[in-house]
């Protein structure tokens, strides 16, 4: 049920991931005492102990469109947007073609799969803290699949101390 972080940049990197006493989990490329350490790797799913189909080409070969899509990415929320107290948080997958009907989308937020499955969907309040986001489309038919690039958005909560507060 994990799934893993996409890579940042196209190539392999390592991330921190640890929860501050306040229960919030934290994603970050600098080591913190009793950080877990996380793989990632470019373009595909990474997640930790599953196979992930990786269509990348050869050096020098022509790139295939992933699944049959020429453009499959997240443009929202954008890479490290931040949203203020109870924003709500608009996820939009960009999809040329259209999802056919043998594809399914899976979406994972935080390494957690989310339960929508459609293109475009909001996700209402969401605590504060740093996120990864991330969409995986499967071809039922085939069984290839094909991880986004993740984005990393932050959610920012109001502080008691501040006199801006209400």
Same mark, same amino acid.
């Given at each position: 049920?994990?799934? %893993?972080? *996409?890579?940042?940049?196209?190539?392999? #990197?390592?991330?921190? =991931?640890?929860?501050? @006493?306040? /229960?919030?989990?934290?994603?970050?490329?600098?080591?913190?005492?009793?950080?877990?350490?996380?793989?990632?790797?470019?373009?595909?799913?990474a997640?930790? %102990?599953? *196979?992930a189909?990786?269509?990348?080409? #050869?050096?020098?070969? =022509?790139?295939?469109? @992933?699944? /049959?899509y020429?453009?499959?990415?997240?443009?929202?929320?954008?890479?490290?947007?931040?949203?203020f107290?109870?924003?709500?948080?608009?996820?939009?997958?960009?999809?040329?073609?259209?999802?056919?009907p043998?594809?399914?989308?899976?979406?994972?937020?935080?390494?957690?799969?989310?339960?929508?499955?459609?293109?475009?969907?909001?996700?209402?309040?969401?605590?504060?803290?740093?996120?990864?986001?991330?969409?995986?489309?499967?071809?039922?038919a085939?069984?290839?699949?094909?991880?986004?690039?993740?984005?990393?958005?932050?959610?920012r909560?109001?502080?008691?101390?501040?006199?801006?507060?209400k």
């Amino acid at each position: 049920m994990l799934a %893993g972080l *996409a890579a940042f940049g196209g190539q392999a #990197a390592v991330v921190y =991931k640890w929860t501050d @006493a306040d /229960g919030v989990v934290h994603y970050s490329d600098q080591s913190v005492p009793g950080a877990e350490k996380i793989y990632t790797a470019g373009g595909t799913s990474a997640a930790r %102990g599953s *196979a992930a189909t990786d269509s990348s080409p #050869a050096p020098g070969a =022509k790139k295939e469109a @992933a699944l /049959g899509y020429t453009e499959f990415a997240i443009i929202s929320p954008t890479p490290e947007q931040t949203f203020f107290g109870d924003e709500v948080v608009a996820v939009n997958l960009s999809l040329e073609p259209a999802l056919k009907p043998e594809q399914t989308i899976t979406w994972h937020l935080n390494g957690k799969d989310l339960e929508d499955t459609s293109a475009h969907f909001a996700l209402p309040h969401l605590d504060r803290g740093a996120y990864v986001i991330a969409a995986t489309i499967t071809d039922q038919a085939s069984g290839e699949s094909r991880t986004s690039d993740s984005v990393t958005f932050y959610v920012r909560q109001p502080s008691e101390l501040s006199p801006l507060h209400k």
